[in-house]
C-alpha cells in the first residue's frame, strides 16, 4: 500500500491523522507528488483554521499570507525531516517559528504566541471544532465591530489593532488626544459588551 | 498568488529529497575540510620551532583539545539549530567545552602571575591574530554556511554565530601551532577576543545570510 492511500488525514482517531501525515510526508520526500499535494493542503487548512481563530482581525488576504509562508518554509525545510521522527512535532516548530516572525511584523505578539503555544492542541483537534470556534469568533468580533461609529472604528483600529501611540492617531485623525482617548475607551467597551453578548447567545 | 496555486506549483516542482542526516553524523565530513584547510595554512605558513616540545606539554595540550572540541561542538550546535525537531540538548553541547577553553586559560593566567609576576599578564598589542583567525576559518565557515543553508533558518543569529565561532575556533586552533605566543593573557585577549568578535559580527549577520524564502531580510 502506498504511504499516500493510508486513508484521508481528516478522519479517524487524533494518532490515525497523525500517522496518515507521516505516511503523505514519507511519500513525499520519495517524490510522490500526490501525496506532498495532500499534505500541503491539509497542513494550509489547519494553519488557516489556526489563524483565523486566534486572530479574528486578521483580513483574508493577512491569514493566506501567514499559510502561504508557511508552506514555502515545509518546502524548503522538507528535507530536514526525518523519517523515523513524527511529523506534527517539525511542521508545529516551523509554523511557531513563521508566527513569531508574523507576530513581530503585525505588533500583535500576544495573540500570536497564544497561537503558538495553542499548536500542538490546534493541530490535533478534530476540524469541525477549530473550524466552529474560528467563525464564533470571527463573527461576534465583525458584529461587535459594526455597532461602533465611524470615528470610534478607526480610533480604536489605530490604536488597539495597529498600536500607534494616541498622539500619532489623534495626527492620522486629525483630531485631539483627548478625542481619540475617549473613542477607544467607548470603543473597547462596546466591543466588550457586544462580544460577551454574543457568546451567550451562541451558548 | 492564490494558496491553491502555490500548492499546485510546490508539489509539480517537488522530486525527491534525501532526508538530513543527525548533526552528529554531518560533522565529520565539514571536520575534514575545516582541519585539512587550516593543517596546509600552518604548513604554507612553517610551524613553530618549538611545536614538539609544546605537543608535550599539559597546559597547551588541554588549551588546543578545549579549543578544538569548543569548535566541534558549536558546528554541531548551528548544525541542529537548523533542525525543526532537534532535541534542545545539542545548542547547549559548547558550553561546557568553551568554558573549560576559558577556564585552562584563566588558569593559565594565574600561573603566569605566579611565576612571573607582573611581567607574566603584560598586555602588548597583537593585532595579526584577528588576521590569521579569520583567514583560516574563512573556508570552515564557508563550508558550514553551505550545510547550514541546507537546513531550516529557525534561529539565523544564533546559528551564525554558533558557526563562526566553530571556523574561529578552529582558526585559533591552527594559529597556536605557528604562532609564538603562549602567555595566557595574551592568548585570552588577542586570540579568543578575536574569536569572540568575529562570532558577534556573524550573530548580526546572521538574518541576511540564513533566512526563509520569500521574506527580506
Redesign the interface.
Known amino acids: 500500500m502506498s504511504p499516500a492511500s493510508e486513508g484521508a488525514p481528516n478522519s479517524g482517531s487524533s494518532e490515525r491523522r497523525h500517522a496518515a501525515l507521516d505516511g503523505l510526508m514519507r511519500a513525499?520526500?520519495?517524490?510522490d507528488?500526490?501525496a506532498?499535494?495532500l499534505l500541503?493542503?491539509e497542513v494550509?487548512q489547519r494553519m488557516r483554521r489556526l489563524i483565523a481563530a486566534r486572530a479574528p482581525w486578521l483580513g483574508q488576504a493577512d491569514i493566506?499570507d501567514i499559510?502561504?509562508?508557511v508552506?514555502?518554509?515545509l518546502?524548503?525545510?522538507?528535507?530536514?525531516?526525518?523519517?523515523a521522527?513524527p511529523f506534527m512535532?517539525?511542521?508545529a516548530?516551523?509554523a511557531r517559528?513563521?508566527l513569531t516572525?508574523h507576530a513581530r511584523r503585525y505588533k500583535r505578539r500576544q495573540a500570536f504566541d497564544q497561537a503558538a503555544s495553542d499548536l500542538a492542541e490546534v493541530f490535533s483537534t478534530t476540524p469541525g471544532q477549530s473550524h466552529a470556534e474560528g467563525v464564533v469568533n470571527l463573527m461576534s468580533v465583525r458584529s461587535a465591530m459594526a455597532d461602533l461609529s465611524p470615528g470610534e472604528r478607526r480610533a480604536f483600529e489605530l490604536v488597539r489593532l495597529r498600536e500607534l501611540s494616541l498622539a500619532e492617531a489623534a495626527q492620522q485623525s486629525e483630531t485631539t488626544v483627548g478625542a481619540i482617548k475617549v473613542a477607544v475607551h467607548r470603543a473597547s467597551r462596546k466591543l466588550k459588551r457586544a462580544i460577551n453578548t454574543g457568546g451567550e447567545e451562541r451558548k | 498568488?492564490?494558496?491553491d496555486a502555490?500548492?499546485?506549483s510546490?508539489?509539480?516542482d517537488?522530486?525527491?529529497?534525501?532526508?538530513?542526516r543527525?548533526p552528529l553524523r554531518r560533522i565529520w565530513g565539514w571536520l575534514a575540510i575545516a582541519l585539512g584547510f587550516a593543517g596546509a595554512m600552518v604548513w604554507a605558513i612553517g610551524p613553530r620551532p618549538d611545536l614538539t616540545e609544546r605537543m608535550l606539554e599539559a597546559r597547551f595540550l588541554l588549551e588546543q583539545g578545549a579549543a578544538l572540541a569548543t569548535a566541534i561542538t558549536a558546528a554541531m550546535a548551528a548544525l541542529a539549530l537548523?533542525?525543526?525537531?532537534a532535541a534542545r540538548i545539542w545548542r547547549w553541547l559548547p558550553v561546557v567545552p568553551a568554558v573549560a577553553w576559558l577556564g585552562t586559560l584563566g588558569l593559565g593566567c594565574l600561573r603566569d602571575w605566579a611565576q612571573m609576576g607582573p611581567e607574566g599578564l603584560r598586555l602588548t598589542p597583537d593585532p595579526e591574530c584577528l588576521v590569521y583567525i579569520a583567514l583560516i576559518g574563512s573556508l570552515p565557515l564557508l563550508a558550514l554556511v553551505l550545510m547550514l543553508r541546507?537546513?531550516?533558518p529557525?534561529r539565523p543569529s544564533w546559528t551564525l554565530a554558533l558557526a563562526a565561532l566553530a571556523a574561529a575556533a578552529i582558526g585559533n586552533f591552527a594559529l597556536r601551532l605557528f604562532h609564538m605566543q603562549d602567555a595566557a593573557l595574551m592568548v585570552l585577549v588577542w586570540q579568543v577576543g578575536a574569536v569572540a568578535l568575529i562570532a558577534a559580527i556573524a550573530a548580526l549577520c546572521g538574518r541576511a545570510v540564513l533566512r526563509?524564502?520569500?521574506?527580506p531580510a
Do not use: C, F
Open positions: 513525499a520526500q520519495q517524490g507528488r500526490h506532498y499535494h500541503l493542503q494550509a493566506e499559510v502561504q509562508d508552506l514555502l518554509s518546502h524548503m525545510a522538507r528535507a530536514t525531516w526525518d523519517p521522527r512535532p517539525w511542521i516548530a516551523i517559528n513563521r516572525d | 498568488m492564490k494558496t502555490l500548492i499546485d510546490l508539489a509539480r517537488a522530486g525527491p529529497v534525501r532526508p538530513l543527525s537548523t533542525m525543526p525537531d541546507r537546513g531550516a529557525l526563509w524564502p520569500g521574506v
